[in-house]
T-cell receptor, first 115, second 115 residues
Framework: ETGVTQSPTHLIKTRGQQVTLRCSSQSGHNTVSWYQQALGQGPQFIFQYYREEENGRGNFPPRFSGLQFPNYSSELNVNALELDDSALYLC??????????????FGPGTRLTVL | AQKVTQAQTEISVVEKEDVTLDCVYETRDTTYYLFWYKQPPSGELVFLIRRNSFDEQNEISGRYSWNFQKSTSSFNFTITASQVVDSAVYFCALSDETGRRALTFGSGTRLQVQP
């Protein structure tokens, strides 16, 4: 069974630029959630995708957007990067209405640094 | 609104000591799920346990045990005979009752196990 994978591992951008982060869900999972984890804090929910549609969003502005593809992989896009966007971005996959329900399994994360 | 409080920022113990990590939560939902995740230095969140709100049985898995007390809104995690490999940041999380099951995390407890 393949776990959740994310790319790239690390990324350095400058203020105002745009970035795309990618996530491949665990095999058999149809739901992807994205979280932002600032240094020394717990992860914060950004949004979730199910059946290629956004299925709930946390307290993040519209410049954070995403996509889910037919193979359940997902992208997180952030426009007009700000210094405070520097964080570890975690992707989690889960299986809605699956046998084990909604446990979210996380990928290794993408460390984004905005200069 | 949901909230998870992990009052212990950092705990340091010597190998073979027992250690308990505290978690207190707030929610208005009658049905909810509680989780513990481990985050080693590599950054990936590793799922440890899921507990639903109507199952207050305590659980033991090897050296790990969890004590869920609905009356005090607590879901504490005990590691027996700690080992150096247990050193990590541990997060308690709460999911909502809606279909998306977005996780609300505490701020984490950093556990350092000294040899």
């Amino acid at each position: 069974e393949t776990g959740v994978t994310q790319s790239p591992t690390h990324l350095i951008k400058t203020r105002g630029q745009q970035v795309t982060l990618r996530c491949s869900s665990q095999s058999g999972h149809n739901t992807v959630s994205w979280y932002q984890q600032a240094l020394g804090q717990g992860p914060q929910f950004i949004f979730q995708y199910y059946r290629e549609e956004e299925n709930g969003r946390g307290n993040f502005p519209p410049r954070f957007s995403g996509l889910q593809f037919p193979n359940y992989s997902s992208e997180l896009n952030v426009n007009a990067l700000e210094l405070d966007d520097s964080a570890l971005y975690l992707c989690a996959s889960s299986s809605r209405f699956g046998g084990r329900g909604d446990t979210q399994y996380f990928g290794p994360g993408t460390r984004l640094t905005v200069l | 609104a949901q909230k998870v409080t992990q009052a212990q920022t950092e705990i340091s113990v010597v190998e073979k000591e027992d250690v308990t990590l505290d978690c207190v939560y707030e929610t208005r939902d009658t049905t909810y799920y509680l989780f513990w995740y481990k985050q080693p230095p590599s950054g990936e969140l590793v799922f440890l346990i899921r507990r639903n709100s109507f199952d207050e049985q305590n659980e033991i898995s090897g050296r790990y045990s969890w004590n869920f007390q609905k009356s005090t809104s607590s879901f504490n995690f005990t590691i027996t005979a700690s080992q150096v490999v247990d050193s990590a940041v541990y997060f308690c999380a709460l999911s909502d009752e809606t279909g998306r099951r977005a996780l609300t995390f505490g701020s984490g407890t950093r556990l350092q196990v000294q040899p």
